[in-house]
Structures are given as structure tokens and as C-alpha cells.
């Protein structure tokens, strides 16, 4: 492995210096603006894939070159690189960042954890939902950081009460008393001895009368299974919840606008290049997303628990469906019906009552909610209220208040006035000590991912370059042909393309890619938009295969209880489980949400044909 990492090391300076002089003829042979802008996507696409360069600092080629090329002036490119997205993601961060400093992301997960119940089935399922809520408001990277360390002391308390239970057993059978029960055994074998006398006289038989107990064979225990495991149930455990942690924040991420960076990218694709476009925001997308999301943990949660706690998954997930009908046709909370089944289905196990203890002890090692937590909470909650009462759609939004600037105010607006409240509201009570706002500027700066920020804008260069240059319109008619297949097939095509691409690049820079070329796909095509990118930028975050994927399949493969292969095995079940999800709700209910049956008058008028 470690020559592999040598060899890989010498071998990026001939990746960067080779790479552009490979394609040099492009730019010199060919001589149009569409073979110039080619040239420097290409560049980009093979540096983002094989980051031989940061992904920020690749982000800036296009700062350099179409102003040598005469794509774009230096100043326009400039414009480009600062867009509504990163406003939006300033508020964003602010909340993260006081969720974080305060601790309220890990009240927030111990308290469903404890909620759901405490076996290894109903564990995985409450760590899964934990995160996936977390994930919803906070990165996915933030979250499996803050989440895995618990996971890793259940799992550690889970493996020693193991232990402990066996050490139990087998001292049992070496005949060690039970304090609970020693009165008992001293009349048994005190009755045991008489009778023994009793026959021994009556036979004539004058011998001395073995009264001690014969002892017991001893059995070797079976050799320790891998190390640090004693059984295979064991490992099989730590596999599944160290996957679905790593899974569900990145599902999570895909139910709000701001969950994850696709997603900001893609509205910020729209707003720029559709402005007329009013269907894509906060609360359409929620409400399109949030079935998405569920049905995806339901059904990723059966897989894992199959995959590695074993075949009584359909038990445990016909408990869940019934637990779930029963809360809402009752209206009692879903956590309190699964903590009471938990407690009165069975009896609980060794490893079950030490799982629970830790967990208790962990919340309640937090203490009662301060403060600090509770503005947070508030500011929390009346964001996600102004998001969605915005513009809803179904009825009109705070932002008909201000009838003369229609459009003016946007998601970013909200983020950034309750962004600045966190450097406002004081952090501590009022003392003799100095002020101190919730937050602080050193704070906000160590959570604020700037490189996003910049990859982020280098993307939006890049489609305005392709647009300018005529490239991505070049693109759009070389891909013409595949309107001649079904819809649905060619966007199935397309999220398989991009969901297989995204396991070795960047999802930041695989949507960037892709945006420009299949908005003028579906224009050349005649077919809505959105019925198109939806699909994509939310396959772009399907990216389970492997441990350099993404950021939270790394942190949960550096605990050390997975293999490679296992991320690919239960990676490709997720994968086709999140592929067949999107479809379902791209052809039931996205098409009435988002009218997505219809070719909009918002977008550029090329072909009549409809869906």
C-alpha cells in the first residue's frame, strides 16, 4: 500500500503537465470557441476525477484561461464566481456552527437513539434516523463526525458486555456458586450425602464416601474470531452500524435545499440561467424530497439489517410499518409506541440492558438543555418556518408582502438575517465577564468550507463558459438521438451515468459537469427541464460504493471495522435502491408537484414535443 501511495504521488506532476498538452490540438487545430471551452473542461473533468490538484484550486482554471482563450473577460468570470448560493451557505454555516459549539447536535441524536429502542435492529434504525435529520440542516461530513464517535462507544460497551456475558457463562460451567442460589445447592447436597450414606450402609459397603462434586470437563474456547471480535454476529454488527451511519447522512442531506452542495448547486443552476422559474424552492423540494428520504431509510435499513444482523429483518420491518400506521392513526409519537415495544415485546439481553445503559449515561451526561441550546433550537425551527413560508406554491408566501420586488428576497435572505442574529444574541448570561455573541468569527471560520465555496463558484464559471462558447449547445444536438428513446429511459441513462461517475469524482464537480450539458439536452429534446436535472442532482449524491467516494464513507472506514469490499457489497444495494426510488417519485408524485408533464414557459421554446 505504501508503494502504491509513492507511486501514485510521483505520478500526479505527469498527470498535470500531461494532460494539457495531450489536448493541446483542440484549441490549435480546431480554432473555434467550442473546441477552446472543451479544452478546459476537459482539463477540469480530469483533474477533478483524479484530484492531482485540490478541488478549489482546479476550480480556478477557468479565472485563468477564457480570458486567454476570449471566452469570457476576466471581470465576467469574476462575477460569476460569487452567486446567491454562497449567501445562502454563509447562514447555513452560522446555524452549524451554533449547533455545534452547543451540543445540541448530540442531544438531538442520543435523544432518538434512546427513543427507538435498544436492540442491534432498532439501534441501526435510530442512528439512521438520527443522522438522516441531522444531515437534513447540517453537511454530511459534519454529521457522521459528530455521530460516529457514539456509535463507536455503543459498540465498544456492546462487545464487552459480550465478553462479560461469556466470561459469566463459562464460569458457570466451571462450577463457580451463585451467591443468589448457594443456599439451595448446600441443601441439595446435603440431602445428595445422606441418601449416599443411607445405601452405603445398608449394601455392608465400609468405605469412605466422595461427597466433593466430580469435576467438570473442561472445554477449550473457541479461538477469538478476528481480534477484536469474539463472534461473527459481533463484527457483522459493527459492519452494519458503522454503513448506516455513513449511508443516512448522505440520504438525509437530499430532503432540504441546503442538505447538501448538489442541491445548492442545482437551485442556483436554476435561478441563474432559469430566472423565470418559480417551482424550485424550499418547500416543493422538501415536499418532493421527503418521501425520497423515507422510503430510502425504510428500505436501506432492511437491506443492512438482512445484510448483517441478520434473516429476521422482515419481523423487525413488519414491527415498524405497523408502529408507524398505528402513530399516525392515533397521533401518538412513533419514538414513544417503539420504547414501549422494545420494553414488552421480550425480554431484554445482556448486551441490550449495557447498550441502553451507555446511552442513558451519554444523555444524561449532557445535562439539562441550556440556553444557548434553546435559542439555537428556536432559530433552528423559524428558519426552516420562513424557508418554507416563503413561496409555497399551494398558497401565497411571506414574500407577497413585498408585492413591488417580486423575486428579490430568496432563501439566502432568510439564512443571512437569522445568520447575523448568532453574532448578536450573547452567548452567556449577563456578568462582569466580557460580551461574547453565541458565536464568534473564529468559529464561524473553522466550520465555513471555503473550498466549496470556491469549487462552487469555478462550476458556475464553467456553465457560463460552456453557454457563451456554444459548447454545451454543441452537446445538446450531438445528444439529440437519444430523444428518440422513451423519457424515461433517457433519464434513467442519465442518473445511471452520473450515480457511476460520482464514485470516483467529486459530487460537486460531477453535477457541475453535467449541468450544462443536460439542461440543453432536455431543451433540444423538448422536454421540461427539471424532469431532467431533478433526477441528476439527486443520483449525484448516491455515492456508497467505496471509502474515497465521499467524506462520510471515509470517516466510518478509518474506525476500522469495514473492508473495501464490503462498501462495494452493500454500496451497490443502496445504489439501485436510491436509483429506483427517484424514478418512483419522478413519475408519480414529482410530476403534479412540480408540473413536470408539461414543457414550462420559463424555458428557451426549441421543440414542441412534450413528455
Not at 55 to 72: C, K, N, Q, R
Not at 358 to 367: I, M
Not at 429 to 435: D, L, V
Request: hydrophobic fraction near 45%; charge should be negative; glycine fraction near 6%.
Amino acid at each position: 500500500m505504501r508503494r502504491l501511495r509513492c507511486s501514485w504521488s510521483s505520478l500526479k506532476p505527469i498527470i498535470i503537465i500531461s494532460t494539457p498538452l495531450a489536448l493541446l490540438p483542440l484549441p490549435l487545430v480546431i480554432r473555434t470557441k467550442e473546441a477552446e471551452c472543451a479544452y478546459i473542461l476537459i482539463i477540469m473533468a480530469v483533474y477533478w476525477m483524479t484530484e492531482v490538484l485540490p478541488l478549489s484550486v482546479t476550480a480556478l482554471i477557468p479565472a485563468l484561461l477564457f480570458p486567454l482563450l476570449g471566452i469570457m473577460k476576466s471581470s465576467q468570470v469574476a462575477g460569476v464566481y460569487f452567486k446567491d448560493f454562497h449567501l445562502l451557505l454563509l447562514g447555513v454555516i452560522c446555524l452549524a456552527t451554533s449547533i455545534e459549539k452547543w451540543g445540541l447536535h448530540r442531544r438531538i441524536a442520543l435523544r432518538l437513539v434512546t427513543g427507538l429502542g435498544v436492540n442491534p435492529g432498532m439501534l441501526m434504525l435510530g442512528f439512521m434516523v438520527g443522522c438522516a435529520f441531522l444531515s437534513m440542516w447540517l453537511s454530511n461530513t459534519s454529521t457522521v463526525a459528530m455521530v460516529m464517535p457514539i456509535v463507536e462507544a455503543v459498540i465498544q460497551q456492546v462487545l464487552n458486555a459480550s465478553e462479560e456475558a461469556s466470561k459469566d457463562h463459562k464460569g458457570a460451567l466451571n462450577g463457580i456458586s451463585n451467591p443468589a442460589l448457594q443456599l439451595e445447592d448446600i441443601e441439595a447436597q446435603h440431602d445428595q450425602s445422606e441418601s449416599e450414606k443411607i445405601k452405603s450402609i445398608e449394601a455392608g459397603i465400609m468405605e469412605q464416601i466422595q461427597t466433593a462434586p466430580e469435576e467438570p470437563e473442561t472445554v477449550e474456547p473457541p479461538p477469538p474470531y478476528s481480534g477484536r471480535y469474539r463472534t461473527r454476529e459481533d463484527h457483522m454488527m459493527c459492519k452494519g452500524l458503522s454503513l448506516c451511519i455513513a449511508y443516512s447522512s448522505s440520504i438525509g442531506g437530499l430532503t432540504t435545499l441546503s442538505g447538501t452542495s448538489t442541491n445548492l448547486i442545482f437551485a442556483e443552476y436554476i435561478y441563474q440561467y432559469y430566472p423565470d422559474c418559480t417551482v424550485v424552492n424550499f418547500g416543493n423540494w422538501f415536499v418532493l424530497c421527503l418521501p425520497i428520504c423515507i422510503i430510502m431509510l425504510i428500505l436501506s435499513w432492511i437491506f443492512l439489517h438482512w445484510m448483517y444482523l441478520g434473516s429476521n429483518f422482515l419481523y423487525m420491518s413488519s414491527i415498524f410499518f405497523i408502529l408507524l400506521c398505528v402513530s399516525l392513526a392515533h397521533s401518538l409519537p412513533f419514538s414513544s409506541l417503539c420504547f414501549r415495544a422494545s420494553l414488552c415485546s421480550r425480554q431484554r439481553t445482556e448486551k441490550e440492558k449495557t447498550t441502553a445503559k451507555v446511552l442513558r449515561d451519554q444523555y444524561d451526561s449532557l445535562g439539562p438543555i441550556s440556553w444557548q441550546e434553546i435559542i439555537t433550537l428556536i432559530i433552528f425551527t423559524l428558519m426552516a418556518v420562513l424557508w418554507f413560508t416563503r413561496n409555497p406554491g399551494f398558497m401565497p408566501g411571506w414574500s407577497s408582502l413585498f408585492p413591488n420586488y417580486p423575486g428579490y428576497a430568496t432563501d439566502a435572505t432568510v439564512a443571512l438575517l437569522l445568520g447575523f442574529t448568532f453574532f448578536i444574541i450573547p452567548g452567556h448570561k449577563p456578568s462582569a465577564e466580557r460580551y461574547e455573541a453565541l458565536i464568534t468569527w473564529k468559529d464561524f471560520q473553522a466550520c465555513m468550507p471555503w473550498e466549496i465555496s470556491l469549487l462552487v463558484g469555478g462550476g458556475f464559471a464553467l456553465a457560463e463558459g460552456t453557454k457563451i462558447s456554444g459548447l454545451s449547445t454543441w452537446v445538446a444536438e450531438l445528444l439529440t438521438p437519444l430523444g428518440n428513446l422513451p423519457i424515461l429511459a433517457t433519464v434513467t441513462i442519465a442518473c445511471l451515468i452520473v450515480t457511476s461517475i460520482t464514485e470516483v469524482a467529486s459530487n460537486a464537480a460531477t453535477m457541475t459537469i453535467f449541468l450544462p450539458i443536460l439542461a440543453p439536452l432536455s431543451e433540444a429534446i423538448g422536454v421540461n427541464p427539471l424532469y431532467m436535472l431533478i433526477p441528476t442532482a439527486l443520483c449525484v449524491s448516491f455515492s456508497f460504493l467505496l471509502p474515497v467516494s465521499n467524506p462520510p464513507n471515509a470517516i466510518v472506514f478509518t474506525y476500522g471495522h469495514l473492508t473495501s469490499m464490503d462498501m462495494v457489497k452493500a454500496g451497490l444495494g443502496v445504489n439501485v435502491i436510491g436509483v429506483l426510488t427517484v424514478l418512483l417519485a419522478l413519475t408519480t408524485w414529482g410530476t403534479p408537484l412540480l408540473n413536470l408533464d408539461t414543457y414550462p414557459d420559463w424555458a428557451p421554446v426549441v421543440n414542441s414535443t412534450g413528455v
